[in-house]
T-cell receptor
Framework: GAGVSQSPSNKVTEKGKDVELRCDPI?????LYWYRQSLGQGLEFLIY????????KSGLPSDRFSAERTGGSVSTLTIQRTQQEDSAVYLC????????????FGPGTRLTVL | AQKVTQAQTEISVVEKEDVTLDCVYE???????LFWYKQPPSGELVFLIR??????QNEISGRYSWNFQKSTSSFNFTITASQVVDSAVYFC????????????FGGGTRVLVKP
């Protein structure tokens, strides 16, 4: 079946602009996760969803970052007033359930803030 | 707090050599899960294996094998008879049952297999 998909694959934006990154999880997966991969910080957790609720937002680096999930499926990660330090690859993963199940990752969105 | 350490940043081998990647973890939970992922040059993270904290059996899958030792908090990964296609960055990760399954990753080990 289809894996996790993310769009866009690449996004170049100017400092101060808002961006939206989209994740479409594997069909039937109830849990969805966002991670960020950058040269300086490695792979770091941002937020996860169980259904449409987000029990853990502890990884969001600032209040410029927000995410939502509607209909228990597609999720959008929004970064407002982008800064150069936001440049990274944003990875989405999904798992069948929240508890312990394997997370399968999408191809990522490479964000470059000029 | 959970932590994963991959002390080797880069390993270079010649094809057909064996290579072992080290992973050491820290956790206070008694129930936790350990993972290995592969990130080839294309960039996508590919799942390799998951182990739970109650299952210390070693596992072999083709040329891949994993050694889980709770006594030393290690979950090492060996590639036998390496091939050029094994060139990638390999990540070890940990999730705790009390932390919503979010993954904490090690820094990754880049493996370069030369022909």
């Amino acid at each position: 079946g289809a894996g996790v998909s993310q769009s866009p694959s690449n996004k170049v934006t100017e400092k101060g602009k808002d961006v939206e990154l989209r994740c479409d999880p594997i069909s039937g997966h109830t849990a969805l996760y966002w991670y960020r991969q950058s040269l300086g910080q490695g792979l770091e957790f941002l937020i996860y969803f169980q259904g449409n609720s987000a029990p853990d937002k502890s990884g969001l680096p600032s209040d410029r970052f927000s995410a939502e999930r509607t209909g228990g499926s597609v999720s959008t990660l929004t970064i407002q007033r982008t800064q150069q330090e936001d440049s990274a690859v944003y990875l989405c993963a999904s798992s069948y359930r929240l508890s312990s199940d394997t997370q399968y990752f999408g191809p990522g969105t490479r964000l470059t803030v000029l | 707090a959970q932590k994963v350490t991959q002390a080797q940043t880069e390993i270079s081998v010649v094809e057909k050599e064996d290579v072992t990647l080290d992973c050491v973890y820290e956790t206070r939970d008694t129930t936790y899960y350990l993972f290995w992922y592969k990130q080839p040059p294309s960039g996508e993270l590919v799942f390799l294996i998951r182990r739970n904290s109650f299952d210390e059996q070693n596992e072999i899958s083709g040329r891949y094998s994993w050694n889980f030792q709770k006594s030393t908090s290690s979950f090492n990964f060996t590639i036998t008879a390496s091939q050029v296609v094994d060139s990638a960055v390999y990540f070890c990760a940990l999730s705790e049952s009390t932390a919503g399954n979010k993954l904490t990753f090690g820094g990754g080990t880049r493996v370069l297999v030369k022909p």
